[in-house]
Structures are given as structure tokens and as C-alpha cells.
């Protein structure tokens, strides 16, 4: 990270418990957009005692209510973060991370590039308002089309590529997880997946390097089955889209990017597929895209380059051009 802000303003005083460190930092998160992801992922920070947060949103009323509602929590949950609702980004000066979540969902009647200008357009002033006064912070986007929004923040933000990136891998790496775990009746803390690419239908699912307890889950299950798993988990969102009639999922994208948080607050450098910048990794250029990262302190720290089949690869330059040709349009329209 270059230039780290000082940030006085949020050193607390710890003499009482640990008089050798006179200050502590208190970490703070800005989650722009206090729907139902937004919500969910405020309460998973302040609940694990990750970082205060600040909630930002452009309805007046909505973010203040949703900060008090889990302020009240807090004796039941035993935890001494804060959280402030706001529609004034000034508020959230010197946050170690920013996460963008304001969007629309996707109505009837419009097509993905409806979609993609809209929010094109909500991701690229939101990014630049809260950059303002968090102009050292690391950015996650959870906005959809995931890989296309990353793109747009990532150009706007005049931030290095590896303090910008798009949550997704995790989100999809945990359906499949899941999906493993509930095929094999076991606990999904024993199952370890990953799935590469865009967050879309043209998703690469790795079965190879998607385990159980350390054995490939292709020893473990019957080809036809795993395939099944891996259409399910690539219609994850949208299973949950058509159960629900309005909105999409949010529990699993809060919890996904609730992880993301973790490892960037706490440096746990943890190994992670996220919508990363490539610049030549996997044969791809100039665009971003779910691949294997660590994810730490700095942001992500390290791409980490799988051996792929022939198969795979084909399947992931597929996601890449699929995810270049929306970002084509949207740099035309939008920027
Ligand atoms: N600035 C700030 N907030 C905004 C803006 C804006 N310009 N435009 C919209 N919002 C807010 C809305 O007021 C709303 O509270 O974003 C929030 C979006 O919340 P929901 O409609 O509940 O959507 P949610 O389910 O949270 O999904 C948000 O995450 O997973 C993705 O596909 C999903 O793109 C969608 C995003």
C-alpha cells in the first residue's frame, strides 16, 4: 500500500489492557448500497467484530435505519462495533475498504445490457464519491455484471489493479462447495472448491481442483453427478432469483464478501478466486476475471496460475471474451 493515510482520527486508546501499544487502529468499512446485500454483509463485519461500518445509500432514511436496527443488536450480540447509516460520503472518511453493492437487480423485460448501463453508471459515480474521502482504500465490487462493474471501478478509481476487484469466485466456490457437501451427506468445512471465470453462465467450475478432505471430488463422485453439481452451481443465483419472485440472493453474496473483508483486514493472505486484473496471466490481457488470488493486507497480492486441460482453458477464454465484449460496450456508453 503507498502513502498510508495516518488516519488520527480513529486511534483509540488500549493503556488499560495493553500499556506497551499506546493505540490500537479501528478498522473501518464503507458499504455503499443498504439493500438486502448491503444489510446482510454490515451485520456479518459488525457481528464478527471485524471493523466498524458505514452505511451509505442514495434513499434517505434507509441506511440510517438499518444502523440503527443493528445498533440495537449489539447488547444481544455481544460485540462493541458501530455502525453509522448515511446519504453523505464525508462520512465515511479513511476506510480500509470500500465495498460497492448499490445496483439494481435485474427487472422483467430488461436484458443484461440494460442492466450493465444502469448500474454502469451507479458503480462509476458511487467508486469516484467514496474515493474522495477514502482515497487509500482497497475496493471491492459486488455489483452485477460483476466482472464488467470491477473494470469500470478499477478505470475510474486511479487506484493500482490489485486495490480493486470483484467479489464472485468466493460466492460461486461456496454453491459448489455446498452442492458437494449435500450430494456426500457431509460438513461443507471438509470440502474445498474452486471455481474460475466470469461470474455468469460461461462460470469454469474446476472439478480436478475441488477436494474433500484432500481427495479430488472426482474420486468421490460419478461424472454424471458432478456434472449436475456443476450446472446447479452455475444456476446458483438464478435457482434462488426464481424461489424468491423479486431480488436476488444475498445471504451467500454477503458471506462471500464477509470473507474477502476477513482476509484483507485481518492479512490473512488467504488464497481466494476473486475478479482480479490479469495482465497476461492465463494467456489474458486487459480485462477482469475470477482466477486463484492472495488476498491480504495490500490487496491481492499474488495470482496464482493453475495448470489447466485444454478443456478448461477453452472454457475460460470463452468467459474472457464473453466478459471483454460487455466491457467494450460498456467503455463506449459509459465513460
Ligand atoms: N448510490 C447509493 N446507493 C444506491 C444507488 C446510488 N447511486 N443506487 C441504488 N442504490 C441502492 C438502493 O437504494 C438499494 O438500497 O442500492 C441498494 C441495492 O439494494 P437491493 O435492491 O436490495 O439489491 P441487492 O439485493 O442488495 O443487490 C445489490 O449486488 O449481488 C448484487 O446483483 C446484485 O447488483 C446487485 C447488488
Known sequence: MTGQNPKSKKLAPVTTLLPQIAYCHLSQVTVVGAGNV?????QRIIERDLAN????DIVEGRPQ??????MQSRGCEGHNRTIVGTNNYAD????????????LPRRPGMSRDDLMQVNGKIVIDTVQQALKYSPHACVIIVTNPLDVMTYLAWKV??????????MAGVLDSARFQTFIAMELGIPPGDVSAMV????GDLMVPLPKYSTVSGIPVTELIPEHRLRALIERTRNGGAEIVQLLKQGGAYYAPASATGVMVESILLGQSRILPIAAYLNGEYGLEDLYLGVPCRLGKPGIEEIVELTLTAEEKAALQRSAESVKSAVKTALATLT
Open 65 to 70: 435505519g438499518v444502523a440503527l436496527d443493528l
Open 196 to 199: 474460475l471465470g466470469g461470474h
Open 157 to 166: 478509481s486511479g487506484l493500482p489493479p490489485n486495490r480493486v476487484m470483484g
Open 53 to 56: 461500518v458505514v452505511l451509505v
Open 38 to 42: 448491503g444489510s446482510s454483509l454490515a
Open 92 to 103: 465515511t472518511a479513511d476506510s480500509d475498504i470500500v465495498v460497492i453493492t448499490a445496483g
